[in-house]
């Protein structure tokens, strides 16, 4: 039996094969940096997947990335902080339900990029004090955002940077739990709204494998990196990431 009766229809098998591969290095990069893989992978699926699959697609892969990373560092996940989150994703996944809200693209990266900025430059006042109750308010609006931009990756690690300074483990780790939660929601909306996610399980299958086989190689990365050598890397990776953003963001206007 030939590969592409596997393949949803529009993707060639050398598509396929790429996109599988490029998700060991996605996941290689965030289980070692924390945060670029999910946007990396969500801009290369931008080219080859029909616009109206892009976002659930890609948090269907997403999900088995970061479930996998969750579970591979679990030992250093901080559920003082994963929980409040957890619980405003959820309340933020049942208001996505309701509100179709259809905003400009453009507009979101701006937004988006913009947040990530501020949370990684500057001093806010208060938020290295920002209570169980804070956090899972913030977490109903990135639950809601995630869905209408598909990668908020960088903008929730940016967030818990704040919460655990001199942890690189713990913020990657807690991190991973916060997307699971997110991108699971996001497949329950986007079931709930009629996607067909049947057509793509073979190739989400075969993408979750190999970036679970990333994620091992990017903690064994984590593992031999010192603490400074990390935030200084995390934070000129995020920095990148989010003036990227803004570029697009200006480019579509």
């Given amino acids: 039996m030939e590969a592409a009766a596997f393949l949803p229809g529009g993707i060639e098998p050398w598509v396929a094969g790429l ?19 999910g946007l990396a992978m969500l801009a290369l699926m931008g080219l080859f997947v029909p616009v109206a699959s892009v976002i659930p697609v890609h948090g269907a892969v997403q999900l088995g990335s970061n479930s996998g990373r969750a579970w591979h560092q679990r030992a250093n996940v901080r559920l003082d902080v994963a929980k409040p989150f957890i619980a405003g994703s959820i309340v933020g996944a049942v208001l996505g339900v309701f509100l179709v809200i259809q905003l400009p693209d453009a507009l979101l990266k701006l937004v988006l990029g913009g947040f990530i900025l501020v949370l990684t430059w500057s001093k806010i006042p208060g938020i290295d004090r920002l209570s169980r109750a804070g956090l899972a308010i913030a977490s109903v609006g990135l639950a809601i955002l995630s869905m209408l931009v598909g990668a908020t990756g960088p903008l929730v690690a940016a967030l818990f940077a704040r919460f655990l300074e001199n942890d690189r483990k713990a913020l990657i780790a807690t991190s991973a739990v916060a997307m699971t939660t997110q991108h699971l929601l996001k497949i329950v909306v986007f079931g709930i709204a009629g996607f067909a996610f049947g057509p793509w399980l073979p190739l989400v299958a075969a993408m979750i494998l190999s970036g679970f086989l990333g994620t091992v190689f990017g903690t064994r990365m984590l593992e031999r990196m ?5 935030r200084k890397w995390f934070r000129v990776g995020i920095t990148l990431l989010a003036v990227d953003l803004l570029r697009r963001g200006f480019l579509a206007l």
């Fill in 19 to 37: 996109l599988v591969v490029a998700s060991f290095f996605t996941s290689a990069i965030t289980a070692a940096f924390g945060i670029g893989g």
């Fill in 226 to 230: 010192p603490e400074q050598t990390f």
